[in-house]
């Protein structure tokens, strides 16, 4: 029912007003009202919002934060005792659309916190601070569980739904919808089982989870990440200066002219990019290949413990389990897709392996193409071919350019204006952390949008999206902005010059952020990136496709000496270099999510059966060879976050190069087009079907000849 992934501190009070609910013209998205005799709050909930747009003064402008720990206990154990009042309103309310919005109240009350304190326990600069946001996560998590064993509140969102349909209300109401979502939940929750089953239930998920936090904490953890020794005159003359600073200040040795570095993942894609000392390469490779090993068993009770989840509720599967949820409504669909796709690109896949194999043989004498031999290969083969460096561009690509452009591209597409302010040091979490507002035309605000940039030890060491606090709008408009963070790990951090990937990682988390200030959402259960998980990443990966753009970049990507913009030519080169080896990084991919898939729509392969699971799918979808005794798997994060779901990248890569090719392709800053992106995808948050807003956006021309997409958007098994 309630994810963990925003507080009430107001008090619930019955107003005698008529209940509304939101239907919706398809065609021009505009909000059309249907009046019921019904009583509901909807006059308390608008005065909340007007409350929540003041800026607070504790972390992430939360009143209820501040710099001692044991404010998110109390703020977490506020949220459970505001709860469990809105739990006596659901259950007592006639049924009618007011259940479903007392229990909307319901689930923001937990999710505001559970929010703050996930993005808290991975950023947070103090640990201690970190460990409390931890342990908060546990306790609403299974604070969350139990609610969604509730039967009373099962029963009274079920006799909601049956009022709704009789007074006419269907799937395009949105109250109607965030119902459904909720009744799902409720079942995937274990609310229909006997008391034996829905303990072991509980017993299971508890035990997912602890494995799943300890599975990601080893991935940050550098004695279990093994290590690798690299002569210190080999680093000095092959790695950017500012690459090389970053690796030794975290190194673990450094003497007689030795260097040993942990094998961490950031540390071994450097490796692999520049070292041209193969055996070394291997090292590496291998070394971040079979750690931590600690994580073989962990995996083994992730999956055994989702397993057991899907068979107690009557799933053949994990991923039949999930799909109940997802745009891909079964298993098969997805195995249709991925192998279609694989089948779609195979051959030129392997006619890139011959060029490569003919580059590798003209400069070192064989033409072996081994797994830790393709990212310095390919990225020599580039940047011969393209005339193009990745220190020459980074020089247009200063920090403060790119977040201007941020601005830039929201003011062109979606009329917002981005203002930058200084927060204050109670506001955020560590010092660097940046604040914008987006504001629209009429100066309301939209949202806020915090930017953590640098890596710092013991924070959260990838790229991702964080929503703190999901926003909320009625007819007139935002009564409750978003606020969302960025945050990212960029390597310089003294020169602030991002590499064109890291520019396309910025970019790519932004595309997150404008889906949950651009969503038009009444209830916050299906606001922003609240969706189908396979759908809200196809915006995300749309905005990448802008940085690779010249009629975008000029606007802000300068280089940082001379003002120059950033030529023609150079951003030209950067799109002749990515189409090279396009087809062996989509295997890639297509690797990582086969492997997923199997892992969790079949009875698990454990421990030894596992790893040669992972072997042989990578054999077998690849052009590169997986070599005997890699564990590549032990290193796989999205395994916990995203596991039998990866294959939404995969389609979301496809479907976002479909729509920009459509809409944005002849003028990627055309006004209209943004509108059209605003208003009939992001706008709707997750309340709507994806696949009729895919269907609808993409068109009928648009999906011709691409058979490939037809088991997603369908689900045709």
Same mark, same amino acid.
């Given at each position: 029912?309630?994810?963990?992934?925003?507080?009430?501190?107001?008090?619930?009070?019955?107003?005698?007003?008529?209940?509304?609910?939101?239907?919706?013209?398809?065609?021009?998205?505009?909000?059309?009202?249907?009046?019921?005799?019904?009583?509901?709050?909807?006059?308390?909930?608008?005065?909340?919002?007007?409350?929540?747009?003041?800026?607070?003064?504790?972390?992430?402008?939360?009143?209820?934060?501040?710099?001692?720990?044991?404010?998110?206990?109390?703020?977490? &154990?506020?949220?459970?005792?505001?709860?469990?009042?809105?739990?006596?309103?659901?259950?007592?309310?006639?049924?009618?659309?007011?259940?479903?919005?007392?229990?909307?109240?319901?689930?923001?009350?937990?999710?505001?916190?559970?929010?703050?304190?996930?993005?808290?326990?991975?950023?947070?600069?103090?640990?201690?601070?970190?460990?409390?946001?931890?342990?908060?996560?546990?306790?609403?998590?299974?604070?969350?569980?139990?609610?969604?064993?509730?039967?009373?509140?099962?029963?009274?969102?079920?006799?909601?739904?049956?009022?709704?349909?009789?007074?006419?209300?269907?799937?395009?109401?949105?109250?109607?919808?965030?119902?459904?979502?909720?009744?799902?939940?409720?079942?995937?929750?274990?609310?229909?089982?006997?008391?034996?089953?829905?303990?072991?239930?509980?017993?299971?998920?508890?035990? $997912?989870?602890?494995?799943?936090?300890?599975?990601?904490?080893?991935?940050?953890?550098?004695?279990?990440?093994?290590?690798?020794?690299?002569?210190?005159?080999?680093?000095?003359?092959?790695?950017?200066?500012?690459?090389?600073?970053?690796?030794? &200040?975290?190194?673990?040795?450094?003497?007689?002219?030795?260097?040993?570095?942990?094998?961490?993942?950031?540390?071994?894609?450097?490796?692999?990019?520049?070292?041209?000392?193969?055996?070394?390469?291997?090292?590496?490779?291998?070394?971040?290949?079979?750690?931590?090993?600690?994580?073989?068993?962990?995996?083994?009770?992730?999956?055994?413990?989702?397993?057991?989840?899907?068979?107690?509720?009557?799933?053949? *599967?994990?991923?039949?389990?999930?799909?109940?949820?997802?745009?891909? &409504?079964?298993?098969?669909?997805?195995?249709?897709?991925?192998?279609?796709?694989?089948? $779609?690109?195979?051959?030129?896949?392997?006619?890139?392996?011959?060029?490569?194999?003919?580059? &590798?043989?003209?400069?070192?004498?064989?033409?072996?193409?081994?797994?830790?031999?393709?990212?310095?290969?390919?990225?020599?083969?580039?940047?011969?071919?393209?005339?193009?460096?990745?220190?020459?561009?980074?020089?247009?690509?200063?920090?403060?350019?790119?977040?201007?452009?941020?601005?830039?591209?929201?003011?062109?597409?979606?009329?917002?204006?981005?203002?930058?302010?200084?927060?204050?040091?109670?506001?955020?979490?560590? $010092?660097?952390?940046?604040?914008?507002?987006?504001?629209?035309?009429?100066?309301?605000?939209?949202?806020?949008?915090?930017?953590?940039?640098?890596?710092?030890?013991?924070?959260?060491?990838?790229?991702?999206?964080?929503?703190?606090?999901?926003?909320?709008?009625?007819?007139?408009?935002?009564?409750?902005?978003?606020?969302?963070?960025?945050?990212?790990?960029?390597?310089?951090?003294?020169?602030?010059?991002?590499?064109?990937?890291?520019?396309?990682?910025?970019?790519?988390?932004?595309?997150?952020?404008?889906? *949950?200030?651009?969503?038009?959402?009444?209830?916050?259960?299906?606001?922003?990136?609240?969706?189908?998980?396979?759908?809200?990443?196809?915006?995300?990966?749309?905005?990448?496709?802008?940085?690779?753009?010249?009629?975008?970049?000029?606007?802000?990507?300068?280089?940082?000496?001379?003002?120059?913009?950033?030529?023609?030519?150079?951003?030209?080169?950067?799109?002749?270099?990515?189409?090279?080896?396009?087809?062996?990084?989509?295997?890639?991919?297509?690797?990582?999510?086969?492997?997923?898939?199997?892992?969790?729509?079949?009875?698990?392969?454990?421990?030894?059966?596992? *790893?040669?699971?992972?072997?042989?799918?990578?054999?077998?979808?690849?052009?590169?060879?997986?070599?005997?005794?890699?564990?590549?798997?032990?290193?796989?994060?999205?395994?916990?976050?995203?596991?039998?779901?990866?294959?939404?990248?995969?389609?979301?890569?496809?479907?976002?190069?479909?729509?920009?090719?459509?809409?944005?392709?002849?003028?990627?800053? *055309?006004?209209?087009?943004?509108?059209?992106?605003?208003?009939?995808?992001?706008?709707?948050?997750?309340?709507?079907?994806?696949?009729?807003?895919?269907?609808?956006?993409?068109?009928?021309?648009?999906?011709?000849?691409?058979?490939?997409?037809?088991?997603?958007?369908?689900?045709?098994?």
């Amino acid at each position: 029912m309630f994810r963990a992934v925003h507080v009430c501190a107001w008090r619930w009070r019955r107003v005698g007003t008529t209940c509304r609910w939101m239907q919706v013209d398809e065609t021009r998205r505009r909000a059309c009202w249907c009046t019921c005799a019904w009583k509901c709050e909807d006059g308390a909930w608008l005065e909340r919002g007007n409350d929540a747009t003041a800026a607070g003064t504790g972390w992430l402008g939360r009143n209820a934060l501040d710099a001692r720990p044991e404010s998110l206990q109390t703020w977490a &154990k506020h949220a459970m005792k505001t709860s469990q009042a809105w739990v006596e309103v659901a259950v007592a309310e006639a049924p009618s659309p007011s259940t479903v919005h007392a229990l909307d109240r319901l689930s923001d009350a937990i999710c505001q916190v559970l929010d703050a304190a996930e993005l808290l326990r991975n950023v947070h600069q103090d640990r201690t601070y970190a460990s409390t946001a931890q342990r908060v996560c546990n306790e609403l998590n299974q604070f969350v569980h139990e609610l969604n064993a509730n039967p009373q509140l099962h029963r009274a969102v079920e006799r909601a739904l049956r009022a709704m349909q009789a007074k006419g209300c269907h799937e395009k109401c949105e109250t109607f919808l965030v119902g459904e979502s909720l009744k799902l939940e409720f079942e995937n929750g274990g609310v229909h089982l006997l008391l034996e089953a829905k303990q072991r239930w509980q017993r299971s998920q508890e035990a $997912e989870h602890r494995a799943a936090v300890a599975f990601s904490r080893n991935l940050t953890e550098n004695q279990k990440l093994g290590s690798v020794e690299v002569p210190l005159s080999m680093l000095e003359s092959h790695l950017p200066k500012h690459v090389l600073k970053t690796l030794l &200040k975290g190194c673990l040795s450094n003497q007689d002219g030795i260097v040993n570095l942990t094998t961490d993942s950031s540390t071994v894609a450097q490796l692999l990019k520049w070292i041209p000392d193969e055996r070394i390469r291997k090292q590496a490779y291998l070394s971040c290949a079979r750690t931590p090993v600690e994580n073989q068993g962990l995996l083994d009770v992730i999956l055994v413990e989702r397993s057991t989840q899907a068979r107690l509720l009557g799933y053949d *599967s994990y991923s039949e389990l999930l799909a109940q949820n997802r745009m891909a &409504k079964n298993p098969a669909a997805v195995a249709r897709f991925l192998d279609e796709l694989w089948l $779609e690109i195979e051959a030129q896949a392997r006619s890139e392996l011959d060029r490569l194999r003919c580059f &590798k043989k003209a400069r070192v004498g064989n033409d072996e193409v081994a797994v830790w031999d393709y990212a310095f290969f390919t990225g020599m083969a580039k940047a011969e071919a393209c005339s193009i460096g990745a220190i020459q561009v980074s020089a247009y690509f200063h920090i403060e350019n790119c977040v201007r452009g941020i601005g830039i591209l929201a003011q062109r597409l979606f009329g917002l204006e981005a203002s930058e302010s200084n927060p204050s040091r109670q506001e955020v979490w560590a $010092e660097g952390v940046r604040r914008l507002d987006f504001y629209d035309c009429r100066q309301s605000h939209r949202g806020t949008m915090y930017l953590d940039l640098y890596p710092r030890p013991g924070k959260f060491n990838h790229a991702a999206h964080f929503t703190v606090r999901c926003g909320i709008c009625n007819d007139k408009g935002m009564v409750r902005p978003p606020i969302v963070a960025l945050v990212c790990n960029f390597q310089d951090s003294e020169t602030h010059l991002l590499t064109h990937q890291e520019v396309e990682t910025l970019f790519h988390e932004y595309g997150h952020a404008m889906h *949950s200030l651009l969503s038009q959402t009444r209830l916050q259960h299906l606001s922003g990136t609240r969706g189908a998980l396979d759908f809200v990443e196809i915006p995300s990966h749309f905005f990448e496709h802008f940085v690779w753009d010249h009629r975008f970049l000029r606007c802000f990507a300068r280089h940082h000496k001379t003002e120059e913009v950033i030529p023609r030519r150079m951003v030209e080169h950067l799109r002749a270099s990515k189409r090279m080896f396009q087809a062996m990084d989509m295997q890639t991919q297509i690797v990582y999510a086969v492997f997923d898939h199997r892992l969790h729509a079949h009875p698990p392969s454990l421990g030894a059966d596992c *790893s040669a699971l992972f072997r042989n799918v990578h054999n077998k979808y690849s052009v590169l060879q997986q070599p005997e005794g890699s564990n590549w798997h032990l290193r796989f994060g999205h395994l916990v976050n995203y596991g039998g779901t990866y294959y939404c990248y995969v389609a979301a890569k496809i479907l976002s190069r479909l729509l920009w090719e459509m809409h944005f392709e002849a003028d990627p800053l *055309s006004e209209e087009a943004g509108r059209e992106l605003a208003l009939k995808l992001l706008g709707w948050g997750g309340a709507r079907d994806p696949s009729i807003i895919l269907q609808e956006y993409i068109g009928q021309q648009g999906l011709e000849g691409q058979a490939k997409l037809v088991p997603l958007l369908t689900s045709a098994a």
